[in-house]
């Protein structure tokens, strides 16, 4: 699920990031079936393994937001909660086709209004119930019906009319129109059995008392706030036990510090907020039993404006400044922009120029504006656009409005993202010739002005996942708060109707071509709003220590990335090198990233604020 400043796999750069597609899984669907600071302490005693067991520590770059499956919107939460429950489905790590998870089988009615799932039956809850289709359909009535359990994943179920369970084997989910994305909920199924008790799901983290019950490739055990969450694995997965004895997430808020406790073996692995930078893993190529993985991301990196924010009844709030309410200035502001300059000089190559809402990782939705469309880098025609909109300069060689008042703009930035500092001071550098006025306003804390609507732009991005269906309905109007300044699923407060129109075909059509095609045209309409403009596609850079993890699977599995994947398939696979114990021992040498999953699956015939949302985090929120 995913992802930068708002919500959701992913997100937004202290925002919900999140999904897109290979379009595997879609013609699974046509074929109807189967700011830099001191680092928190290192975990206490209670986060190290135990006497003679191995354990693999990773250090993040963002806190957990909530345990809660049905409130987390950040990255390192939801990307916990893949270990923690198994989804219906799962994606393969070698090119995302949908495989088997929790569900071994489904398969659709012939209006693609009824879907039915056969629910495994070797999957058991720590606490030694079995896991059943009472636990998948109680886990999507909840969502229909409580909108606290529908805070991360309602759009999955907004088209749901009735779930039910008519036997432990068997799931049965009735649409109110076709729905596409019937092979790609990315929602956790939990326990019946112990959710049930909840009494407020807006409200209830899952932090009171652990091991915490679940079903996937590890169990959590233990949690401290701002600080490490601590999972053993499980024996009794049915896909097999993880080779770690125990999965140990560690928070670093100063980056520099995360990497030098894996120079020291402190840790065994570092992802960075969201990525190493350039000079961090330039340095890391030469340290002794550390491997540096550069891969194609599924992130993209962006800049938002303010388009208004509002409630769902229509509601203004927040202080978002009027005049990017002009798409001549918006536009002017994006062509500005020299993506070159970013790519060269911020991520030194480790990146390539951003242009649609999708990364060409998933090159079945992967669009690029035509010649005509494209707001390529040009000054000049920015100013002239500044000039229509009717900004000139005055004698000092400032913009200003009809009012007399100088054009200046605030930009939300995470305090904790090298990115955001750099990028931020080339805008400053970029606006100001043009003569536009530019603060750069970074803060720990980016979810409280984003949610209040109290930014004019902000930096912004999302993990993609394989599914393009959630990270277009963060734009839609239904994902509007139901309240000012709530927690909601929407990305930017963005609502359209034509857009609106193109995401409701897109969800109802099989074809893969002719959704592919509806999802670009989404695309091309998020692009000439021009309240959200990609500048990058980073690459997932990232280390390890080889004296600690031999080998380890990346997604795909042919030069992909180790964290925050769509699945368990990293921390799952990952082994154990010789003699190691979590720390900094001396046995072992890498075998570099292992290749494939290395598992057998069985491929289906017939084809395929909230409360909890206390920050918006880092560079990589949702999923």
């Known amino acids: 699920m995913v992802t930068s400043f708002p919500p959701r796999s992913s997100r937004p750069h202290g925002r919900l990031r999140i999904l897109l597609a290979s379009g595997a899984a879609a013609f699974a669907l046509a074929a109807g079936s189967v700011v830099p600071g001191n680092p928190l302490a290192p975990a206490p005693q209670e986060a190290q393994a135990d006497e003679g067991g191995s354990t693999l520590t990773v250090a993040v770059a963002q806190s957990v937001d909530s345990l809660s499956p049905f409130l987390a919107q950040r990255l390192v939460s939801t990307s916990i909660h893949r270990l923690m429950y198994d989804y219906l489905t799962n994606y393969d790590a070698k090119d995302s086709h949908t495989i088997p998870g929790l569900a071994t089988a489904w398969e659709a009615s012939p209006d693609k209004l009824t879907w039915t799932y056969t629910i495994r039956d070797d999957s058991k809850w720590s606490d030694g119930e079995k896991a059943t289709a009472e636990d998948a359909a109680w886990t999507f009535n909840t969502m229909m ?76 055990t233990d949690y401290k706030v701002d600080s490490y969450v601590k999972l053993k694995a499980n024996k009794d997965f049915w896909r097999g036990a993880p080779k770690f ?12 510090a995360a990497v030098a406790a894996l120079r020291k073996g402190e840790v065994s692995f570092v992802a960075g907020s969201p990525s190493l930078t350039p000079a961090q893993a330039d340095a890391l190529k030469s340290a002794e039993n550390i491997k540096v993985n550069d891969a194609p991301g599924r992130r993209f990196y962006a ?22 309410l002009d798409q001549k200035v918006r536009q002017a502001l994006f062509m500005a922009v020299d993506r070159t300059t970013i790519i060269d000089k911020v991520f030194q190559g480790h990146a390539i120029e951003g242009e649609g809402y999708i990364p060409p990782r998933y090159d079945s939705y992967f669009w690029k504006p035509t010649a005509e469309q494209k707001l390529a880098h040009d000054p000049a025609k920015a100013g002239a656009l500044l000039d229509e909109a009717g900004y000139k300069k005055n004698s000092a060689g400032k913009r200003t409005g009809k009012d007399g008042k100088p054009l200046d703009f605030r930009i939300l930035c995470h305090a904790t993202d090298p990115n955001d500092k750099a990028i931020g001071k080339y805008l400053q550098e970029w606006w100001g010739d043009l003569g536009v006025g530019l603060k750069v306003d970074c803060r720990d804390n980016v979810s409280d002005p984003w949610y209040a609507g109290e930014y004019d732009l902000a930096f912004d991005g999302w993990s993609v996942n394989p599914d393009p269906d959630f990270v277009m309905s963060i734009h839609t109007c239904a994902a509007l708060p139901a309240k000012a300044k709530e927690t909601a699923q929407t990305d930017n407060f963005i609502c359209d109707k034509q857009y609106d129109e ?91 990233v292992l290749v494939g999953v290395g598992i057998a699956v069985v491929v289906l015939a017939g084809g395929g604020l909230l409360f909890a949302m206390r920050r918006r985090s880092t560079a990589e929120d949702r999923e």
């Open 502 to 592: 193109l995401y409701a075909k897109q969800l109802a059509e099989y074809d893969p071509a002719k959704r592919a095609d509806l999802v670009k045209q989404m695309e091309s309409r998020l692009y000439d709003l021009g309240y959200m403009n990609v500048m990058a596609y980073p690459n997932a850079v990232e280390a390890y220590r080889t004296d600690q993890i031999k080998s380890i699977t990346t997604m795909p599995s042919d030069g992909g990335n180790i964290y925050g994947q769509d699945g368990y398939w990293s921390w799952w696979s990952a082994v154990p090198a010789a003699g190691a114990s979590g720390d900094s021992s001396d046995g072992g040498s890498s075998t570099g």
């Open 145 to 220: 019906t409580d909108e606290g359990a529908g805070t991360s994943n309602g759009s999955f179920v907004a088209n749901f009319k009735k779930v039910t369970a008519p036997s432990p084997d068997k799931l049965v989910i009735e649409l109110k129109q076709p729905q596409a994305t019937m092979t790609a909920l990315d929602v956790p199924i939990v326990p019946k059995h112990v959710w049930e008790k909840v009494g407020d799901f807006s409200k209830f983290n899952n932090d009171t008392k652990f091991p915490i019950v679940g079903n996937g490739p590890f169990i959590l």
């Open 303 to 324: 800049l938002a404006t303010n388009p208004g924010a509002q409630t769902k009844d229509g509601k203004k709030f927040g202080d978002g400044h009027t005049a990017l």
């Open 245 to 256: 004895d125990e999965l140990v997430f560690r928070y670093y808020k100063d980056q520099d």
